[in-house]
């Protein structure tokens, strides 16, 4: 996720003027927390210590945190340019527990955030196929790309702020998933839905 955002974002911020940066090292001497920031705006990346509770979500009973495949078990990226703004909050977790034992659990604490809706890649599975405030299974936004998991998702919200859990083929005898809040700039989507029409 953050190969993605953080090398072209970095580029852009670095040109500006006025630009601050500042990078706390972890223990281990890899960056943990780095904060770009320029009179236009600026980037927040916070990694590996954060919690379900940083996501808006708990924790599956008796899930411990892990590694992604980039070795990150956690991030939060703030990009903010004024009014636009854009945040994703990542935990990575597993557990022996079968996936439908989780799906169960997360189906019912994603039901704070309105309708629940579970997707396999881009299509919806069962009913409700959207939510109220228009979420759906599609990715609307191609700007955007977060790479939830493999291939089941539960997600609720709006096309703007979402919550995401999201399953990942885990090592042998353990469901890996993620859990995922994401706030995307007003306006991102409603320009791809008006050009379609």
């Given at each position: 996720m953050k190969r993605c955002i953080l090398p072209l974002v970095g580029l852009v911020l670095l040109m500006t003027s006025g630009c601050r940066i500042q990078v706390d090292k972890s223990k281990n001497g890899?960056?943990?927390?780095?904060k770009i920031d320029t009179p236009m705006g600026g980037l927040h990346v916070r990694t590996n210590d954060m919690t379900a509770a940083d996501v808006g979500l708990p924790v599956y009973p008796g899930a411990q945190i892990v590694p992604d495949h980039d070795n990150e078990k956690a991030a939060d990226v703030h990009l903010g340019f004024g009014k636009w703004q854009l945040r994703v909050k990542v935990v990575n977790y597993q557990t022996p527990d079968s996936q439908d034992q989780v799906l169960t659990f997360y189906r019912k604490s994603l039901g704070r955030?309105?309708?629940v809706i579970e997707c396999n890649h881009n299509t919806p599975v069962g009913t409700p196929t959207s939510t109220r405030e228009g979420l759906t299974c599609s990715e609307h936004n191609k700007e955007v790309h977060v790479d939830e998991g493999d291939d089941l998702s539960l997600r609720a919200g709006s096309?703007?702020?979402?919550?995401?859990?999201?399953?990942k083929k885990g090592s042998a005898g353990y469901t890996k998933?993620?859990?995922v809040e994401l706030q995307l700039p007003e306006g991102v989507n409603d320009n791809e839905s008006a050009n379609s029409q």
């Open positions: 890899e960056d943990k927390n780095v955030y309105g309708d096309m703007h702020h979402q919550h995401i859990v999201g399953f998933f993620a859990l």
